[in-house]
Structure formats: C-alpha cells, structure tokens
C-alpha cells in the first residue's frame, strides 16, 4: 500500500513527519513514519503539553547537571556527586514510565529527555577526565558519536524531516553509562568497596561506549533508508 508523501517545504521551522514510504532495495522498509509508530507504541502518542510531571523531572535533571560538575570538581564530594546521579538516573526512569502510564508524553519531553541524558554523560566524562579517573581518549569516544550525529541533522531538516527518535538500543546504551561513570567516580579511592565499584564500572564502560556507538550506526542506517526513499520517490513525485 502506498501514501502520498507530505511535508513542508516551504516553512523550514515547521517540519513535519511524511506519510510511509517504501524504502528502494529490500523487502523490509524503513520510514520516518514506521520509526516514528514504534516509538509511539513503546511511549504513547505525543502531545504539545509544557507542564507535565515527566517533563518536570526532566528540568530537575538538568538543574542538577551543574550541582554535580560543581560535587565532583569542587569539593569533591564523590558520596553526593554520587548521590546527585543516581537521582538523575532514577528520574529519568521515573519520567518514562509516567509519561506511558499516564499518557503524559509530550515533544517538548522527547526533546527534554535525551538532551538531559546527554548533559549527565558529558558532564560525567568532563569530571572524570580533569579528575584523572579515565583517560582522555576514552573520554573523547562518547561525546564525538553525538557531534558526529549532530552534523547530520542539517540532512535530515533539507529533507524535510525532524530528529530521528531515539531507539532501544540507544536507552540501552545510555543506561549502560549512567551506571559506569557513577560507579568508576567511587572507585576512584582506596578500599575494598572501591574496587568492586572500580571493576563493574569499567564493565559497564566498555559496554556502554561499545553499545552506544552502535546505537549510533543504527541512526545512520535509518537516514540512509529515509534519503534512499526519497530518491526512490523523486521521479513519482514529478508526474502531477
């Protein structure tokens, strides 16, 4: 079954999703609005509501970006830096799981949600790195998949489509971070309690970085789909 492709070419700000497309080559397809539908099936439809539980939780995450950088490269003050991430990471499965409970998903929480995520990494990764903790290009590794992302949004906007959602792989790999970082800061002392910590967290890193760039491929094997549908479509979409 085929549908009309819609989009807004004329308004860049307002970019609005296309209707399904068979992608050209293969039997499967891989469409902005079949990505689109399973993340709406994992987290409920969105709407345009600002002040939602979820999205609170989301602003308390990011205020709390700076209380940590502030624990960790300050005082350091590991046992609440600690404490400041694990709240964090308990928020953020607090907020999904309202958000489909309660059908509070919103955009601006798609928006909120990863971008808080992110922040905790970076920030985790800055303390570790002037701390000593991890070494430099480890550190590097996990913020360089996002720019690399990042560039390929200009793509996406002149093709007429909004940020891919983010997938299982990408939760799972971001999971997998939040738990490394936290627990390599508290290995970083002397004791017995510290090297266990110390030897799950590199665990949790190894997989995590590894996860978490695989995570990425897989975004941009959704955006070549997307551009392959495109070209497949262009003729088509000349005839009247």
Known sequence: MRAASVRSRADPSQVRPPAMRPVAGGSGVITYAAVMAATTELSGPESDRVWTIPNLLSLLRLLGVPLFLWLA????????????????????????????????????????????????????????????????????????????????????????????????????????????????LLGAHPGTFAEVARTFGWAFTVWGVALYWWAGWLYVVQLRGLLAADRAEAPAGAVP
């Open 73 to 184: 490269l300050g005082p350091h003050a590991d046992t609440w830096a600690f404490v400041v991430l694990a709240v964090g990471a308990a928020s953020d499965y607090a907020d999904g799981k309202i958000a489909r409970r309660f059908n509070q998903s919103s955009r601006l929480g798609a928006l909120l949600d990863p971008a808080a995520d992110r922040l905790y990494i970076l920030a985790t990764v800055v303390a570790l790195i002037v701390r000593h903790i991890v070494p430099l290009p480890l550190g590097v590794a996990v913020p360089a998949r996002d720019v690399l992302l990042a560039l390929t949004l200009p793509l996406l906007r002149r093709h007429g489509y909004g940020p891919l959602p983010v997938h299982f792989l990408g939760k799972a790999a971001t999971l997998n971070l939040l738990y490394a970082f936290p627990l390599l």
